[in-house]
Each structure stands twice: as structure tokens, then as C-alpha cells.
């Protein structure tokens, strides 16, 4: 069962850094997948409740989420998975999605930690993100 759970884990681990690597910061899949993976790494998830139409998610898309500092910051502890609120309104509705962009941060049992609603330059994002360390 160790050795299994330890296999689990290296896998997740190198899943996780190959999109590091690449410098891309959402995983492929779902909010499930991303969980899992972040108990495998003992890090947070941070989900992007976004939609296709939505401007404010468009520019975390060309500026926030393709900053160095943020996706560094964020690969170090966080698994970021993207949500389109239109193909997933019962997760939109679990987490009581009002306006978006709106990203929240649970760990890795799905428990609220804290959230951000609206646009966030690098700037700002790294300001609010470094607060998780001290709460």
C-alpha cells in the first residue's frame, strides 16, 4: 500500500512539473483530477471560475496567468484548474459563484481557504496570494 501510495505521488510529481516546464499553469481535466493531484503533492487548488465571454477572465488569461512570478509562485503551492461556469454550473453553484472571474483556493479536501473576485494584475495576485502563507 506504500509503495503504491509512494508510486501515486512520484507520478503526480512529475505530471505536476512537466506543465511547470512548459510554463503552463493549468492542469488538463477536471476540479476532481486537480484534487486528487493535489493530495498527492500536499498543495492547494486553486480554482479560475471563468466563461468564454467574460473580459475580466480574458485578461487574467493574457496578463495575470501568463506572468513568470505567478505561475512560479502558484506551481510551488498550488494545482490551478480553470472552470468554465457555463459547462459547470453545479460546481459553480456548489461554490456559490456570483460574478467572475472569481478564484478560489481549497485544499486539498475541497475546504474554502479563501477567495478573490474580479481582475487581479501579477502585481496584485502575488499581494493577496502571498497572505495564504500567514493565515
Not at 79 to 93: G, H, P, S, T
Request: charged share 25%; with cysteine; proline share 1%.
Amino acid at each position: 500500500m506504500k509503495i503504491a501510495n509512494f508510486l501515486k505521488t512520484i507520478l503526480a510529481l512529475f505530471t505536476f512539473s512537466q506543465f511547470a516546464v512548459a510554463g503552463d499553469l493549468f492542469v488538463e481535466g477536471d476540479y476532481a483530477a486537480a484534487q486528487e493531484l493535489a493530495k498527492a503533492t500536499s498543495k492547494l487548488v486553486m480554482i479560475d471560475f471563468a466563461a468564454e465571454w467574460c473580459g475580466p477572465c480574458k485578461m487574467l488569461d493574457r496578463t495575470t496567468w501568463k506572468d513568470e512570478g505567478v505561475i512560479s509562485a502558484l506551481s510551488e503551492k498550488a494545482v490551478a484548474v480553470k472552470v468554465d461556469v457555463d459547462e459547470n454550473r453545479a460546481l459553480a453553484a456548489q461554490f456559490g459563484i456570483r460574478s467572475i472571474p472569481t478564484i478560489i483556493f481549497v485544499d486539498a479536501d475541497g475546504k474554502e481557504v479563501t477567495r478573490m473576485i474580479g481582475y487581479r494584475d501579477a502585481e496584485g495576485f502575488l499581494k493577496e496570494f502571498s497572505k495564504l502563507d500567514k493565515s
